[in-house]
């Protein structure tokens, strides 16, 4: 079956533009988890989603990140007033219920001018 | 803080021969231990997992080690093939309901030469 799909794939914006990112998960999972990855680094987490229950926001790194989940499956990532540092690969995964494997989407290569 | 971290950034594994890739961890309320393969320009794929009471787990190729004691994991791969190339990254999650991130390692690099 589809995996998870994120778009676009590769974004370049220049310093000061809001950026949105999207992620579809694959169907009927519940759970649904945003990643940032730095080059040559592991995985930053950034926030997590659970069926209604209020997501985990603990990893965005500052107010300029922003994420919703509309009807329980698709979800955006927004960052306003992107700066170099943001510049990164972001990645989505989710998985089927509460504590179980997770499964990534390729993942949108961030490029901040 | 917690961490978990990587003995070694680069391994580099003749195409034929078994490898280990190994991660420390200090989290102790951590229960839950994944194993992710990354290649380049791809999200990371699940390869094994294993859960705090077992020690070791085997899939096709892949052997997951875990020793509590001295918080250590490692990833066993049986006769290596140049599609194993790829950055390895151990993941840890802690034992608390409600908290599902995974804490990823930095990443080992293996490359398997032909």
């Known amino acids: 079956g589809a995996g998870v799909s994120q778009s676009p794939s590769n974004k370049v914006t220049e310093k000061g533009k809001d950026v949105e990112l999207r992620c579809d998960p694959i169907?009927?999972?519940?759970?649904l988890y945003w990643y940032r990855q730095s080059l040559g680094q592991g995985l930053e987490f950034l926030i997590y989603?659970?069926?209604?229950?209020?997501?985990?926001k603990s990893g965005l790194p500052s107010d300029r990140f922003s994420a919703e989940r509309t009807g329980g499956s698709v979800s955006t990532l927004t960052i306003q007033r992107t700066q170099q540092e943001d510049s990164a690969v972001y990645l989505c995964?989710?998985?089927?219920?509460?504590?179980?494997?997770?499964?990534f989407g390729p993942g949108t290569r961030l490029t901040v001018l | 803080g917690e961490s978990v971290g990587l003995h070694l950034p680069t391994l580099s594994v003749q195409e034929g021969d078994n490898s280990i890739i190994n991660c420390a961890y200090s989290?102790?309320?951590?229960?839950?231990f994944i194993w992710y393969k990354q290649e380049s320009g791809k999200g990371p794929q699940f390869i094994i997992d294993?859960?705090?009471?077992?020690d070791k787990r085997q899939g096709q190729r892949v052997t997951v080690l875990l020793n509590k004691t001295v918080k250590h994991l490692s990833l066993q791969i049986a006769a290596t093939q140049p599609g194993d190339s790829a950055v390895y990254f151990c993941?840890?999650?802690?034992?608390?309901?409600?908290?599902?991130?995974?804490?990823f390692g930095t990443g080992t690099r293996l490359t398997i030469i032909p």
């Open positions: 169907s009927g999972h519940t759970a």
């Open positions: 989290n102790s309320a951590s229960d839950y």
């Open positions: 989603f659970q069926g209604n229950s209020a997501p985990d």
């Open positions: 995964a989710s998985s089927p219920r509460t504590r179980s494997e997770q499964f």
């Open positions: 993941a840890e999650r802690e034992t608390n309901f409600g908290n599902e991130k995974l804490t």
């Open positions: 294993i859960r705090s009471n077992m």
